[in-house]
C-alpha cells in the first residue's frame, strides 16, 4: 500500500538508482586510471575516459530531467542536483589528468603515482559506499565514519605532495620534468579533493535528515 502511494505521488527509487549510477562511473574512471598508471596489457585509450564522463554527464542531465518532472522526491531537490554536479567532478577530473598524462608519458620514464592512486581507490569506494546507504536511511554515525575516513585519506594525500614537492624543488630534476610533474600531482590531489566534497554533500544531506 504504501509503494503504491509512493508510485502515485511519483516518489520512487529511480534518483538513488540514478546516483548511484553516477557513483559507479566515478569508480569506472578509477578503474581504467589504474590500468593506465600501471601501464597494464590493455592500457585504456583517451576515448574510454570520454566515454565514462560522457555516460556520467548524461546521468546528471537525466537527474536534472526527473527533478522538473516528479513531484515529490525522496531528497530536497537542491540536495540531489549538489550531489550529481558533486560526482561528475570526480570522472571529469580524472578525464583531464589522463590528457596530460598521456601528452607527457616521455618525460614519466621511473616516475610512479602508486601512492595517489591508493588513496583515489579509497575515496572513491567510500563516496559509492556512502551514496549506497542513502537509499537506506540516515545512519547518521556509519555515514560520519566514511566522512572521517575521506578527510583522512585527504589529510594524506596533503601530506603525502608535500613530500613530493619537496623532492621536486631539490634540484634533482629537469626544470621541464618539474613543470609537469607538479601539474600532474596538483591534478591528482583535486581528484581526492572532488570525492572529499562529494562525501561532505552526501554529510550534509545525513545531518539535515537525522
Known amino acids: 500500500m504504501i509503494n503504491a502511494i509512493r508510485r502515485l505521488l511519483g516518489y520512487e527509487d529511480k534518483f538513488f538508482d540514478l546516483l548511484e549510477a553516477s557513483a559507479a562511473e566515478a569508480q569506472n574512471s578509477v578503474q581504467l586510471l589504474g590500468k593506465l598508471l600501471r601501464q597494464s596489457a590493455a592500457v585504456p585509450s583517451l576515448g574510454d575516459f570520454a566515454e565514462t564522463r560522457r555516460k556520467d554527464k548524461r546521468i546528471t542531465e537525466e537527474i536534472t530531467e526527473q527533478l522538473c518532472k516528479t513531484f515529490v522526491t525522496p531528497l530536497e531537490r537542491e540536495d540531489i542536483e ?29 616516475v610512479g603515482f602508486a601512492p595517489q592512486l591508493a588513496i583515489i581507490e579509497q575515496s572513491t569506494a567510500a563516496v559509492g559506499r556512502m551514496v549506497g546507504k542513502l537509499r537506506k536511511g540516515m545512519d547518521i554515525e556509519t555515514m560520519r565514519d566514511e566522512n572521517v575516513r575521506l578527510h583522512l585519506l585527504e589529510g594524506e594525500a596533503d601530506k603525502l605532495i608535500l613530500e613530493l614537492v619537496r623532492d621536486l624543488y631539490s634540484g634533482a630534476h629537469e626544470p621541464l620534468k618539474v613543470i609537469i610533474m607538479l601539474d600532474l600531482y596538483e591534478t591528482l590531489e583535486k581528484v581526492i579533493d572532488r570525492c572529499r566534497d562529494a562525501g561532505h554533500v552526501i554529510f550534509q544531506i545525513v545531518l539535515k535528515y537525522s
Do not use: G, H
Open 82 to 110: 549538489a550531489l550529481s554536479v558533486a560526482l561528475y567532478k570526480i570522472p571529469k577530473t580524472i578525464e583531464k589528468f589522463s590528457e596530460k598524462y598521456t601528452c607527457c608519458r616521455p618525460q614519466l620514464q621511473n
